[in-house]
C-alpha cells in the first residue's frame, strides 16, 4: 500500500489565522517531504525530513513551521500567511533504504484571504 | 547542480495514436529519473523510474520511458493513448551522489490533452 493520506482536503484562513496541515503515512517510511504547488507549475519542495530530523529546509519563510512528531506523521503549522501562500501543499514520503522513490498524498488546497 | 528540462508545455494526441512526452536532463553523477502524473485537484501519482539496468522502464497503465544517456533523455511514451491519459506529467530527476540528499528537482510539466 503505498498511501499518504492529508487532512484536510481544503482550507481557507485569514492572514491572522493559524492553522496545520496534517499528513500521515503507515508504509515504515523514514522521509517525509513538504512541496508547495502553484497551478499549473512543478511542485517547489519546502521541507525535507529525515528518521524525524529536518535535513533540508528550502529557505522557507519562518510563517511556515514544520514538525515531525514521530515517524508517521508531519505537520506544517500556519501562521500569519500571505495571499500569495495559497496554494496546493503537498506532502510524500520515501523510504532510503528501498531507494528514492517519493509517493504523494492528494494534498491539501490552500486559500487565504 | 540538477535540472529537467520539458520542452512542450502541451501535448495533443487522437485517442488510439502513440503518445510521447518528453524530458531532458543534466545532473553531475548518474541521474535517477522519475515520472510523475496529476489529474485535476489531485497529487502526484509515480509512474516509473529509471535507477539502473535496463534502458527500456515499464511502468502503471501501459506507460514507459526510454533512458538515453548520451542524449541525455527520459521520454515517456505509450503506444495507445486514452482519453483517460489526459492530465499534467512531470519528469523529474535526482542525482545519486550523496550530497543530493532527498531533493528531486521537476520539470515544468506537459499537459496531455487525448481527444476522442
Known amino acids: 500500500d503505498t498511501e499518504v493520506t492529508q487532512t484536510p482536503k481544503h482550507l481557507v484562513m485569514g492572514m491572522t489565522n493559524k492553522k496545520s496541515l496534517k499528513c500521515e503515512q503507515h508504509?515504515?517510511?523514514?522521509?517525509m517531504y513538504w512541496y508547495k504547488q502553484k497551478a499549473k507549475k512543478p511542485p517547489e519542495l519546502m521541507f525535507v525530513?529525515?528518521?524525524?530530523?529536518?535535513?533540508i529546509n528550502e529557505s522557507v519563510p519562518s510563517r511556515f513551521s514544520p514538525e515531525c512528531p514521530n515517524s508517521s506523521l508531519l505537520n506544517l503549522h500556519l501562521h500569519a500567511l500571505q495571499p500569495e501562500d495559497s496554494a496546493l501543499y503537498l506532502c510524500?514520503?520515501?523510504?532510503?533504504?528501498?531507494?528514492?522513490?517519493?509517493?504523494f498524498g492528494p494534498g491539501t488546497r490552500l486559500t487565504v484571504l | 547542480a540538477q535540472s529537467v528540462a520539458q520542452p512542450e508545455d502541451q501535448v495533443n494526441v487522437a485517442e488510439g495514436n502513440p503518445l510521447t512526452v518528453k524530458c531532458t536532463y543534466s545532473v553531475s553523477g548518474n541521474p535517477y529519473l522519475f515520472w510523475y502524473v496529476q489529474y485535476p485537484n489531485r497529487g502526484l501519482q509515480f509512474l516509473l523510474k529509471?535507477?539502473?539496468?535496463?534502458?527500456l522502464v515499464k511502468g502503471s497503465y501501459g506507460f514507459e520511458a526510454e533512458f538515453n544517456k548520451s542524449q541525455t533523455s527520459f521520454h515517456l511514451k505509450k503506444p495507445s493513448a486514452l482519453v483517460s491519459d489526459s492530465a499534467l506529467y512531470f519528469c523529474a530527476v535526482r542525482d545519486n551522489g550523496k550530497a543530493a540528499g532527498n531533493k528531486l528537482t521537476f520539470g515544468g510539466g506537459t499537459r496531455v490533452l487525448v481527444k476522442p
Open positions: 508504509m515504515g517510511h523514514r522521509a
Open positions: 510524500a514520503s520515501s523510504q532510503p533504504r528501498q531507494g528514492p522513490t517519493q509517493y
Open positions: 525530513y529525515s528518521y524525524e530530523k529536518l535535513s
Open positions: 529509471y535507477i539502473t539496468g535496463d534502458n
